[in-house]
């Protein structure tokens, strides 16, 4: 009987990274060892979409049209 190990939710590694300084374009250093997904969000928490440029599996920089604050959810 072959036995399937699926991981738990709480395995997955994440990474919140908090803008606090108005610019357009974010530079994250995040060190998960893996390209992430991205979902950044204003001091408003309404979702922003920008360019995610990854710069290997440990950072990535994303440029937006206007300088703003926030937060980026990486998982």
Known sequence: ??????????????????????????????NLDKFCSVTVVNTSDEVVIGDVAYVNTNSLTITFSSAFSGKAYLN
């Open 1 to 30: 009987l072959n036995e399937i190990t699926i991981a738990s939710l709480n395995d997955d590694a994440n990474f919140i990274f908090t803008q606090a300084l108005a610019s357009a374009t974010w530079n994250i250093t995040h």
